[in-house]
């Protein structure tokens, strides 16, 4: 669904499946229309061309002869805070690559410290740790670049239904021994090396 916005051009606003006619008494007819999350990324952002003042809707071959004619930046979305901070797989790619988390990813790159990984299917821990010149944000873009980060464990799941958090954020300063330390009581009180997804 498009936007009118000045002149001959339109934003989009949403992109909703059609599920179905729900009621036609000859000249009403109604639709079970849901929005979807496809092409959320480029929702208040694509902008295309549009020459149909007067026209709601069209059909898919016309509708493919209309331009883009940009895709605006996103608003940046505020920083809600480390104890704030749960991201779904998806969520985690988007914050390391989209302009509109950018603040995220300064946050992320000043701190060190212990994270968690949920597989939400079974709901098994993965413990991890970003220390030395390791920052949270290098630590996490190379799980949302491979899914698995280098470890093995993780090698053999489906990175989809992972659930990122952090339990301890740390000053980039704070000795690597206090760290491990960390990550062992973590590990422990969690019990990922037992009914978890941590090897060692």
Same mark, same amino acid.
């Given at each position: @669904?498009?936007?009118?916005?000045?002149?001959? &051009?339109? !934003?989009? %606003?949403?992109?909703?499946?059609? !599920?179905?006619? *729900? +009621?036609?008494?000859?000249?009403?007819?109604?639709?079970?229309?849901?929005?979807?999350?496809? @092409?959320?990324? *480029?929702?208040?952002? *694509?902008? $295309?061309?549009?020459?149909?003042?007067?026209? %709601?809707?069209?059909?898919?071959?016309?509708?493919?002869?209309?331009?883009? @004619?940009? $895709?605006?930046?996103? #608003?940046?979305?505020?920083?809600?805070?480390?104890? !704030?901070? $749960?991201?779904?797989?998806?969520?985690? &790619?988007? /914050? @390391? !690559?989209?302009?509109?988390?950018? +603040? %995220?990813?300064?946050?992320?790159?000043?701190?060190?410290?212990?994270?968690?990984?949920? =597989?939400?299917?079974?709901?098994?821990?993965? /413990?991890?740790?970003?220390?030395?010149? #390791? +920052?949270?944000?290098?630590? %996490?873009?190379?799980?949302?670049?491979?899914?698995?980060?280098?470890?093995?464990?993780?090698?053999?799941?489906?990175?989809?239904?992972?659930?990122?958090?952090?339990?301890?954020?740390?000053?980039?300063?704070?000795?690597?021994?206090?760290? =491990? $330390?960390?990550?062992?009581?973590?590990?422990?009180? *969690?019990?990922?090396?037992?009914?978890?997804?941590?090897?060692?």
């Amino acid at each position: @669904m498009f936007i009118k916005e000045g002149g001959d &051009q339109a !934003r989009l %606003w949403s992109v909703v499946e059609n !599920r179905g006619e *729900l +009621s036609n008494d000859g000249i009403l007819r109604t639709f079970d229309l849901v929005e979807t999350d496809h @092409m959320a990324d *480029l929702c208040s952002r *694509l902008v $295309i061309g549009w020459n149909s003042p007067r026209t %709601w809707r069209m059909s898919g071959t016309v509708a493919g002869k209309h331009h883009v @004619m940009g $895709i605006a930046d996103a #608003e940046p979305i505020p920083f809600p805070g480390f104890d !704030r901070l $749960i991201l779904s797989y998806p969520q985690l &790619q988007a /914050v @390391m !690559r989209e302009y509109r988390y950018a +603040s %995220w990813r300064t946050a992320l790159s000043s701190v060190v410290g212990i994270y968690l990984i949920t =597989d939400t299917r079974d709901g098994r821990h993965y /413990v991890g740790k970003a220390d030395g010149a #390791e +920052s949270i944000r290098q630590r %996490w873009s190379a799980y949302a670049t491979n899914g698995h980060g280098g470890n093995v464990e993780l090698r053999t799941l489906d990175p989809s239904t992972f659930r990122c958090s952090l339990l301890r954020v740390c000053d980039p300063g704070t000795p690597t021994r206090d760290i =491990d $330390i960390a990550e062992s009581h973590f590990k422990m009180a *969690l019990d990922s090396r037992r009914h978890g997804l941590n090897r060692n």
